[in-house]
């Protein structure tokens, strides 16, 4: 993890500088909601495949063309985490989330109005920034992202209502709801810096993979005693109903009856649940489905599909030039797969 | 009025099919809210606003450059429409509406979060129809009006939380919600077809005067006798404690205690009604200021004001080469002005 920790120590501060400059600029009203969850944000993920990407390059070829000095990489980069930000505001509101990442969700803090128009303004200040740099590749591949990422929101609101167990479908849903945007953070450090179709291909390969294995891993986490112990809550897709591939995969290995069973108790559970507060009873049951999908090794299951499309994101590495940039992106690979919360 | 009536009536189908189309297209949860905002939406004035710029030129020049084929305006048109869509959708979600344009609000039949995502989706389906032309002017444009139209809204949920008799503020902040995305679609128009600096000039000017004067109307029209006759619901704005442009005239002009009291009253009304619905004894206060607003000369006070801002708008007409479609956009002012509903 040496050269991606290098990275996150020399990129962070400027990144968190550049975002918090910014963010100082918003109207009164939504400041304070954008502090916030820029607050709990955590990694800077997105920014810093964007900035990474930027300094790929082919193989063979002895050093990336250096950026104009007008196309400072920082704004493209941090435009990545305001977007991102933005869809969180909005989805906690209809998810109806009172908690990230431990924090209190904003509307619950702020206000639902205030809520709404600091997603919309993130949202637009993001698009802006990255109009800026005069290259409607950019712009396009952003509004591209942002629409499959609202698509993929739908498409699991929809799903929460009337649950199947196709696998794949799951995949669709969360290649919409979080691969893209990865993606998109990755193509347009490349196509910034015109690199090449090479290293364009690379970074639309690695990211969507990336951004599968990356949610993959989350819906894991949420199953994993691993987790657990490193002090991460988990059950809560369980608690608000939602079916992910550790509960997909437990569903599919037990009997007819006793799924049917279990998928009406779970949908009854996401309907009532108040705010994740469970009665005795279900608490009971809740418990001893987590426990079931991980003795019957679900959890498991999906970290080894995880570990399928991180190595097709690895691949997509192969045809740049493997410089520190390109290691980094290999340890961000090899860190989504292993972390514990 | 003729050359504007022969534009809606040729131009309005194409606009109104392409509009069908795209919608079509979208995800099964969001495409009936589209389609409840789309066709509440009326007038279509900022496509036909988009058409009609990239039509005009410069006085002395024989005719416009005509678009190269790949840039057909309806998408670009279009898209000022699905944006502007998106802001109704969100809006009615924070003002707490149950009707627009006599129509009940899309989060009242489709649900806030359906609304929501809705207004996320037709605005990425703008971005991305804006970046598909390929300039990032026109991108960037588009991204900014937004910012400032959302801007705009802020300032007006400030302001209702604690109103002052600015008129300045008030002007900016209608600049804000409204004038901006109406410019914004002038100036899209003008880019588009490269007709270059003094065209770009006019549609920047004739859009930002026309968006104020547009706005004003409205606010006008809530509080006029005329447009009561002509079946519109009267008093929306005060009975959301909305301070506008007739009242604040109105309250400038009576004794300071008295001031005091009715703000008072006003900020009350604003925090406690409940859908619209007053009570007796607030219902005969509420009737008696629109009748005082009406009898001091304020309604037309404001549309003075407004009459100011469309002969501003008119003025920056004056450097094209008067066709029928500059004719069209000084038809557009005199209906804006005089309209009754």
């Known amino acids: 993890m040496h050269h991606l920790q290098q990275f996150f120590k020399d990129e962070l501060p400027v990144i968190n500088d550049y975002l918090g400059r910014e963010t100082r600029q918003l109207p009164e009203l939504v400041r304070p909601v954008a502090e916030h969850v820029l607050r709990a944000g955590g990694k ?22 250096p950026l104009p000095a007008s196309r400072d990489i920082y704004p493209l980069a941090c435009a990545m985490e305001f977007l991102h930000s933005a869809t969180l505001l909005h989805d906690d509101i209809l998810d109806g989330s009172d908690l990230r990442r431990g924090q209190t969700t904003a509307h619950l803090i702020f206000g639902r109005t205030e809520t709404i128009l600091a997603g919309d303004v993130l949202l637009a200040l993001g698009n802006r920034l990255v109009a800026e740099y005069g290259d409607t590749r950019l712009s396009w591949r952003v509004a591209d992202a942002i629409m499959r990422t ?13 649950p199947t167990l ?32 090479a290293v364009e291909q690379a970074a639309l390969d690695f990211g969507i993979n990336l951004g599968i294995a990356f949610q993959l891993t989350d819906d894991a986490l949420d199953y994993s005693a691993k987790a657990e112990v490193a002090g991460k809550p988990v059950g809560n897709d369980l608690r608000e109903g939602k079916l992910t591939l550790p509960l997909i995969s437990y569903l599919e290995s037990i009997a007819e009856h006793q799924r049917h069973e279990t998928l009406a108790w779970i949908r009854d559970l996401g309907a009532t ?32 599909r995880a570990a399928h499309f991180v190595s097709l994101a690895d691949n997509a590495l192969s045809n740049l030039e493997q410089t520190r940039e390109c290691t980094a992106l290999r340890e961000a690979l090899h860190h989504t797969l292993h972390r514990e919360k």
């Open 150 to 162: 609202a698509s993929g929101e739908i498409q699991e609101l929809e799903w929460i209502k009337n």
């Open 44 to 65: 800077r993920l997105r920014p810093l495949l964007t900035i990474l990407f930027s300094r790929c390059f082919s193989a063979g070829k002895k050093s990336p063309d």
């Open 166 to 197: 196709s696998q794949e479908h799951y995949l669709e849903i969360i290649t919409g709801k979080t691969a893209y945007l990865i993606q998109a953070s990755c193509h347009c450090g490349a196509l910034v810096s015109n690199s090449g179709p």
């Open 273 to 304: 649940s108040d705010h994740g507060v469970l009665s005795d009873q279900n608490r009971a049951r809740h418990d001893q489905i987590i426990q079931a999908v991980r003795s019957t090794g679900c959890v498991q299951q999906t970290l080894d």
